[in-house]
DNA sequence: CTTTAAAATGAACGGGCGTTCAGATAAGGC
DNA sequence: GCCTTATCTGAACGCCCGTTCATTTTAAAG
């Protein structure tokens, strides 16, 4: 019995999981009823229980998956030295990463409202981790007297704000390639931290 | 009647509004119910059925009021000849404005999902003639010699992210008071254009 | 082929939903 | 005081919700 097995949190099957993303993001959380979900992967209701304890804990695994993969995937990244170098990579990585998780970006940014105080304070915390990446970066950048800001933490906000913007409007069949996306956007943030 | 008298969709009452637009941008539009809305009123749900035809008709209501009064606004607003200072009022009048109405703001970025497609297309159109407002600085700009940028439109979504990014952190109590926002965001636009 | 455990069903639970409407209440003009 | 008209109530409508659970189906392991 998978529900006697180990902690729920973790082990929620694939194929819900990937229904659910699709759902939550295309209609929002309150909007999409389990019995949607269990249909999307073809299932009664019922059978999603064998897999989570409850709707909001679904949530907010699809949640901390995201973000424990965003964080971990810059982890992965190698790490150059100079700070502008630093900023350019983190650029890239940043909007390739989330043109390739569109769903899971929209439902980080749209459900955090829906979540139970205690999960999130917790995606709150893996935000915070995020955004204190680009920060170091900006800060070693003034150290070093390559980036003019006055404010890094302001600055980190506006940054990520614009990168992931590019969300919003971007479609694979579009105008422009990624590509070229990613140099513009580069080219923006290049300049407006005065390097 | 007022059920009776002249179209529905302009004459939402007041109080109405105002707790429809508090309660969807604290919990979503989904998770909100007219019960809700009512008691917070202080009426019977039934009574809200005097005011709008139907829950949908509210949100969009609150919606196309939220877009056009930006419109009009920034109408309003005296115009300066030079590209860099239309720019400049562009971009402090975006964050005052927002900032003044974070309930309505939070609201038309993320309840676009929930409306009818009519009225998807509608609010789509506002947006559009606002983001137009901009991206014609831009091209002046350009057109000018005063901003480097190879792809207006792509601006035009990058900046207004990052300037409606504020109302993601900012806080009247927090560091940094919104006259200081304003500026280092400005300076950072003006950088970011190539000016 | 039998045993055993996992996976899924399908009905049921109490409850809240958007919306309607006949009837009560309140407010002014005469 | 009466009449008209606007406002609101409160109950009801059918429907869908998240979740539970006894029961059945499926699938490996021995």
New binding site residues.
């Given amino acids: 019995?998978?529900r006697?097995?180990g902690s729920h949190s973790e082990i929620t099957?694939p194929r819900i999981r990937e229904a659910a993303v699709r759902l939550f993001a295309r209609h929002g959380y309150a909007a999409?009823?389990?019995?949607?979900i269990?249909a999307a992967v073809?299932?009664?209701?019922?059978?999603?229980?064998?897999?989570t304890?409850?709707?909001?804990t679904l949530l907010f695994d699809l949640m901390r998956a995201h973000m424990e993969d965003l964080l971990r995937a810059w982890q992965a990244e190698p790490m150059r030295r100079a700070p502008l170098h630093r900023l350019e990579d983190f650029c890239r990585f940043h909007i390739r990463y989330h043109l390739d998780r569109t769903d899971g970006t929209f439902i980080s940014y749209m459900e955090l409202r829906n979540l139970e105080p205690k999960n999130f304070e917790m995606i709150g915390a893996l935000r915070r981790d995020y955004e204190a990446a680009l920060e170091t970066i900006l800060r070693d950048g003034v150290a070093e007297g390559r980036f003019t800001l006055p404010d890094t933490k302001l600055s980190t906000m506006a940054l990520i704000a614009m990168l992931t913007g590019v969300n919003t409007w971007f479609r694979e069949s579009g105008r422009l390639s990624r590509e070229r996306v990613e140099q513009i956007y580069w080219d923006m943030v290049r300049r407006s931290v005065g390097a």
Avoid: E
């Fill in positions: 019995m998978a006697k097995t099957g999409v009823s389990m019995r949607q269990a073809g299932v009664q209701a019922g059978a999603l229980y064998l897999y304890p409850d709707k909001q």
